[in-house]
């Protein structure tokens, strides 16, 4: 069964940084495509960064773009978020989310249980 659990969340000031990391079980993680995703209260949650299976395709949100950066370890079966320049905008549980290749769609509805990050003076 695919497992996806987020570690790394904590409290810093603005301007500091947080390193998020994602074990993941369950699966050929080697071919999912992974996922960050946040959600602030009373906000809809998003997608802050995503790499391919094979970490040749990054994407970020504008909103962390040039701060955060999104990595993968196959051999360990984790994916990380550094996260620099951290911003009180950046406050919100992050989870870790996967996309799995069925054989005719991708399935991206596998889900860690978040982990709170915030950023206050």
């Known amino acids: 069964q695919v497992q996806l659990v987020e570690f790394g969340g904590g409290s810093v000031q603005p301007g500091g940084s947080l390193r998020l990391s994602c074990a993941a079980s369950?699966?050929?993680?080697?071919?999912?495509?992974m996922n960050w995703y946040r959600q602030a209260p009373g906000k809809e949650r998003e997608l802050v960064a995503a790499i391919s299976s094979a970490g040749g395709s990054i994407n970020y949100a504008d909103s962390v773009k040039g701060r955060f950066t999104i990595s993968r370890d196959n051999a360990k079966n984790t994916v990380y978020l550094q996260m620099n320049s951290l911003k009180p905008e950046d406050t919100a549980v992050y989870y870790c989310?996967?996309?799995?290749?069925?054989?005719?769609?991708?399935?991206?509805?596998?889900w860690g249980q978040g982990t709170q990050v915030t950023v206050s003076s």
């Open positions: 989310n996967a996309a799995l290749w069925t054989g005719s769609r991708w399935n991206d509805g596998y």
């Open positions: 369950g699966f050929t993680f080697s071919r999912g495509r």
